[in-house]
Structure formats: structure tokens, C-alpha cells
């Protein structure tokens, strides 16, 4: 008994212990990745960044901040836009930059 | 002897060098400096730009060419790329832009040079186009030039790793020789560099010249 209330403790801490936030952006014109490397330089660039991922053939751009820091959308998209390209979604998830790569690498194989 | 073997095979290569085509983009991000080099039979190049913000990039510019049978003109100037308008769309870019330099030439012509240009430029991770046409005069000197390209990636890859292109491009230059230049060309980018090889007119004896273009961003 004492085991389930200790699993069920950690089950319900987890989820906040590690709270991730990554910005998703579906991204309009990044066709090459010479052009594109803007894009990655400046998200390197930002303070906040925790880990950021590009990928052409979904047209994904993710940036995981770190914890307890942020960066407004209006911020996000302007980065996209200095690199020379336009962001038609974005979204707050709360996956990490590997998972979302993991999943953009999975659905390409398919 | 092994090193001047070196040398007499680098040189010519070098000469055997044709003018290359131009690549889609002519200046990188927002704070970011450009280098391109075109190495030519005819024609040679190399451009050095700053994109203070996007959209704009300012830079220097040394060209060489001649004609048939002339001494060499070298134009070095200032120059300027302007991206006058880009349509962003799902899986494709499309851009319109301005470059040119103005200077001096000196050789065969000398005195005031400009060679203003317009580019229209369409590409998706698959598919790619470029038309460009070149004013390129000094007093007494035109080498006005005029660009098709055409191409296709074998195969669609990740932001990390290096695409291969094949392009074809169909080239000509006034009061140069051959006034018609058809090269096809291996294209190899990824996200630190843009290399291009190819042959122009492979067909043709004396035409026949290696090409190579390159550019980098930083």
C-alpha cells in the first residue's frame, strides 16, 4: 500500500518537477538549409533557449526554453522573420525538442 | 619536381575554370556576412557582403573577363543586393532581386563600370529555377549577360545534412566566346556551405572548361 502511495506521489510531481515548454512553429519558405541557417543561428543565439530544432521537410521550427523563462510569440515569429521567412502556426506544447524530433523523424518514415 | 607538378596541374585547372552560375540567394540573414567566388575560363569573380538587416546587403566586388583574343578587364567596385520581393509559401520561395557593383575597370577597357542586375529565382526542397539578366558595361565594353537555370535535388534531406543538385544552365554573354554557355553541374548544399561543379559545353573541344562556384555564410 505504502508503494502505491509513494508511486502514485511521484506520479502526480512529475508532470510539474519537469515542465517543458517548446514553441512549435510550422514555418512558410525554408526550402534550403544554407538559407536557412539563420534561422538557427539566432535561436541559438536567444537566452532563453533551451535546445532548438529545424527541419525542412516538415517545415518545423521548435525552440524548448528554459525553465521558468520565456519568450512571447510575437518574439518567436520575429526571429523567423529577421531569417527571411514566415510562420503560418505556432503553438505552446509540452514536449521536448528530442521528442518532437523523434516524431518528425517518425512520420517521415512513414 | 613533385611540387612543381603541383603547381603546373593547379594552374591548369584553374584556366580551364568557366564563369558559374549564380546562386538563389545573394546575401544571407539578418547580421550576417556572405562570401561568394565564381572561377572562370573567361570570367572570375568574388563578392564579399554585409546584410546590416534583411533584405539589404552592401559589399565589395572584383570581376575579370575578356573577350576573344582581348586583354583581361578587371572591374572592382562597391556593391549592392537588394531583395525587392519574396513570396514565402508552404514547400517553395520565390525572391526577386537587384545587385549590382559600381567602379572601375581596368585592361582591355578602362574607366567607369556598373553592372546592375535583376534575378528572379523560384525553389523548393526539389524543384529549383533562376533567370537573370546582367548589364555588365564600361566605357567602350559590354559584356551584357543573360541566365537560365534549371534543377532538381535527388533526394529531399535533413536541416543537418548535405542535399545533391543536379542543374543545367544556359548562359549567355555578350562579345565573349562561346557567346552560349550550356553547363550542366553537381550542386551540393547544406547548412555551412554551397559548392557547385560542373562542366560548360562538354561537348565542344575548346569550349570545354571545368567550372566551380562556392559560397559561405557567417
Redesign the interface.
Same mark, same amino acid.
Given at each position: 500500500m505504502k508503494k502505491y502511495l509513494i508511486a502514485l506521489l511521484f506520479s502526480t510531481m512529475t508532470p510539474a518537477a519537469f515542465a517543458v515548454t517548446t514553441i512549435k512553429a510550422e514555418v512558410n519558405g525554408m526550402v534550403c538549409a544554407f538559407c536557412a541557417k539563420g534561422i538557427e543561428k539566432k535561436l541559438n543565439a536567444l537566452p532563453q533557449k533551451q535546445a532548438a530544432f529545424v527541419d525542412l521537410k516538415s517545415r518545423v521550427v521548435a525552440l524548448q526554453l528554459k525553465e521558468g523563462q520565456d519568450v512571447s510569440n510575437e518574439a518567436f515569429s520575429k526571429v523567423i522573420q529577421d531569417a527571411g521567412y514566415s510562420v503560418s502556426k505556432m503553438e505552446r506544447v509540452s514536449q521536448t525538442v528530442d521528442a518532437i524530433q523523434a516524431e518528425v523523424a517518425k512520420a517521415g518514415v512513414k | 619536381m613533385f611540387k612543381q607538378l603541383q603547381v603546373a596541374f593547379g594552374t591548369l585547372l584553374l584556366s580551364q575554370l568557366s564563369w558559374s552560375a549564380q546562386a538563389?540567394?545573394l546575401m544571407? %540573414?539578418?547580421d550576417?556576412a556572405m562570401l561568394m567566388t565564381e572561377i572562370g575560363r573567361y570570367n572570375q569573380e568574388w563578392m564579399l557582403n554585409y546584410s546590416p538587416t534583411?533584405g539589404h546587403a552592401i559589399g565589395v566586388e572584383q570581376m575579370r573577363m575578356s573577350g576573344k583574343g582581348e586583354q583581361a578587364t578587371t572591374i572592382s567596385g562597391i556593391n549592392y543586393t537588394g531583395l525587392i520581393k519574396?513570396?514565402? $509559401?508552404?514547400?517553395?520561395?520565390a525572391n526577386v532581386w537587384f545587385n549590382g557593383s559600381v567602379g572601375e575597370a581596368r585592361g582591355q577597357f578602362d574607366g567607369f563600370a556598373y553592372t546592375p542586375s535583376l534575378q528572379f529565382d523560384a525553389?523548393? !526542397?526539389r524543384l529549383y529555377f533562376l533567370a537573370k539578366a546582367r548589364m555588365i558595361r564600361a566605357p567602350h565594353m559590354n559584356y551584357d549577360t543573360a541566365a537560365l537555370q534549371s534543377g532538381f535535388s535527388f533526394y529531399? !534531406?535533413? %536541416?543537418?545534412?548535405t542535399?545533391p543538385w543536379f542543374v543545367l544552365e544556359a548562359k549567355t554573354m555578350r562579345n565573349n566566346d562561346p557567346g552560349l554557355q550550356i553547363t550542366p553541374a553537381i550542386r551540393l548544399?547544406?547548412?555551412?556551405? %554551397?559548392l557547385e561543379f560542373g562542366i560548360t559545353n562538354p561537348w565542344q573541344g575548346e569550349g570545354f572548361a571545368p567550372r566551380l562556384n562556392a $559560397?559561405f555564410?557567417f
Open positions: - | 538563389a540567394a544571407g %540573414f539578418e550576417s534583411l519574396r513570396w514565402n $509559401m508552404p514547400a517553395a520561395q525553389e523548393s !526542397t529531399e !534531406t535533413g %536541416f543537418n545534412q542535399q548544399i547544406n547548412k555551412h556551405y %554551397f $559560397m555564410v
